[in-house]
């Protein structure tokens, strides 16, 4: 589309150049005015010539930027689930008297992001392992297979 239009725009400078040089050169009288006429009708060919025979198709949308917000807003909702989890897993915790840290990680669901694995670190991971296990696996649909008990330090090492 913008050669169409640098091709077209180098036909309009041209045409003017000439019809300035012919203008220019011709005596004045009849002459003129007919140099004039005909200048004029030179000119309005090559200015319309990209509507008489058709401004070739352009696609002026946007380059699919619905797609970029998309990932974007998915990896947002992987982020905030995630996150919320989390914290629903201390909570539950906190709920039974564990003090407990959690990592979650979320897969694409149909719909949305989906809980797919958590690790729990706590001073006594066997404890939580069997008082969370059965919650996190039925409330959160997390298997048990997924969820990973760990102790405390073993993340940092701090």
């Not at 040089?21 to 990209?50: C, D, E, F, H, R």
């Not at 070739?56 to 917000?69: A, H």
């Not at 992987?78 to 897993?89: F, G, L, Q």
Request: hydrophobic share 45%; aromatic share 6%; charged share 20%.
């Amino acid at each position: 589309m913008l050669e169409f239009f640098r091709s077209w725009l180098s036909s309009v400078v041209t045409a003017s150049v000439i019809v300035s040089v012919a203008l220019a050169v011709t005596p004045p009288g009849n002459v003129k005015k007919t140099v004039q006429l005909a200048s004029g009708l030179v000119m309005a060919v090559v200015l319309l010539t990209p509507f008489v025979r058709g401004v070739p198709e352009f696609d002026w949308s946007l380059p699919d930027i619905s797609e970029v917000y998309d990932q974007n807003d998915q990896m947002l909702m992987k982020e905030i689930i995630a996150e919320k989890t989390a914290a629903y897993i201390v909570n539950k915790a906190q709920a039974v008297g564990l003090s407990v840290s959690a990592e979650v990680i979320c897969e694409e669901g149909d719909m949305y992001p989906m809980p797919v694995f958590a690790e729990i670190r706590s001073d006594s991971p066997e404890e939580a392992e069997r008082l969370l296990g059965p919650v996190i696996t039925a409330e959160l649909g997390i298997e048990t297979e997924k969820q990973k008990y760990t102790t405390e330090t073993a993340k940092g090492g701090g």
